[in-house]
Antibody, heavy 126, light 110 residues
Framework: QVRLQESGPGLVKPLQTLSLSCSVS??????????WTWIRQPVGKGLEWIGRIYTSGSTNYNPSLKSRVTMSVDMSKNQFSLKLASVTAADTAIYYC??????????????????WGQGTLVTVSS | QSVLTQSPSASGTPGQTVTISCSGS????????VNWYQQLPGSAPTLLIYNYNQRPSGVSDRISASKSGTSASLAISGLQSEDEAEYYCASWDDSLNGWVFGEGTKLTVL
C-alpha cells in the first residue's frame, strides 16, 4: 500500500519561505511512471494544483505560482519537497502531496492522482 | 477562479440518481482525460474515476462518468447517505501545461 505523509511548519511568517516535505512509503520516488505532486486547498475552498516533479528532476509548475515555487526529490530519503517563497495570507491552505501516476497501455497513458497524503494546514501569519 | 466550471451544489434523496457536471474548454477536457475525486468532510480527496469512466478497485459500480466535447459528467445512482461529499473534476490543460480542477460540487443527500 502506497502512503504519503506531509511534514513541515504549520505557521509561516509573511514574506518568508514555506517548506514542506512528503515522505513516501510503499513506492519508490525514483521508479515507475510517476510524477510527485503538490496540491493545496484554502480552508473551505477548492483544489489548486501547485506543480509536480519527475524522477529525473523535470518539473511543471502552475503558471500563477511558478515564480515562487521550487520542488525537489531526495531519493536517499524517498521523499520530495516543496518550497514556496515570499508567502502571504493568500497562501494559507491545506497542502497535500500526491502521486500522479501514469498507467499506460500500447496506445495511451492515463494519468491520475491515485494516492494522496492526509494534508497539512499551513497558516501564514505574523 | 477555476478553469473548470462545476455547479456549487447538488442534492437528491436516497435511491435517486444524481448527475454532476463539469465544463471546460478545448485545451483541457476537449483534448485530455477527465478524472473525478471525492472529498469527504475533513479528509483528503480520493480518486473516484480516471480516464473518463474507469473506476479504481474498491469504488462502487453505482459511480459512472462520461464526456462529450468540452464537458464531462459524473453520475451516482442508488444515492446513499455515505455519498454526501464534495466532488471535483480534473483535467490536464495543454495551454497552462498543468492540471486544472473544478471548483467542486457539494452533494447533499436529503
Amino acid at each position: 500500500q502506497v502512503r504519503l505523509q506531509e511534514s513541515g511548519p504549520g505557521l509561516v511568517k509573511p514574506l518568508q519561505t514555506l517548506s514542506l516535505s512528503c515522505s513516501v512509503s510503499g513506492a519508490s520516488v525514483n521508479r515507475g511512471n510517476n510524477y510527485w505532486t503538490w496540491i493545496r486547498q484554502p480552508v473551505g475552498k477548492g483544489l489548486e494544483w501547485i506543480g509536480r516533479i519527475y524522477t529525473s528532476g523535470s518539473t511543471n509548475y502552475n503558471p500563477s505560482l511558478k515564480s515562487r515555487v521550487t520542488m525537489s526529490v531526495d531519493m536517499s530519503k524517498n521523499q520530495f519537497s516543496l518550497k514556496l517563497a515570499s508567502v502571504t495570507a493568500a497562501d494559507t491552505a491545506i497542502y497535500y502531496c500526491a502521486r500522479d501516476n501514469y498507467e499506460c497501455d500500447r496506445s495511451n497513458c492515463y494519468p491520475r492522482h491515485d494516492y494522496w497524503g492526509q494534508g497539512t494546514l499551513v497558516t501564514v501569519s505574523s | 477562479q477555476s478553469v473548470l466550471t462545476q455547479s456549487p451544489s447538488a442534492s437528491g434523496t436516497p435511491g435517486q440518481t444524481v448527475t454532476i457536471s463539469c465544463s471546460g474548454s478545448s485545451s483541457n477536457i476537449g483534448s485530455n482525460i477527465v478524472n473525478w475525486y471525492q472529498q469527504l468532510p475533513g479528509s483528503a480527496p480520493t480518486l473516484l474515476i480516471y480516464n473518463y469512466n474507469q473506476r479504481p478497485s474498491g469504488v462502487s459500480d453505482r459511480i459512472s462518468a462520461s464526456k462529450s466535447g468540452t464537458s464531462a459528467s459524473l453520475a451516482i445512482s442508488g444515492l446513499q447517505s455515505e455519498d454526501e461529499a464534495e466532488y471535483y473534476c480534473a483535467s490536464w490543460d495543454d495551454s497552462l501545461n498543468g492540471w486544472v480542477f473544478g471548483e467542486g460540487t457539494k452533494l447533499t443527500v436529503l
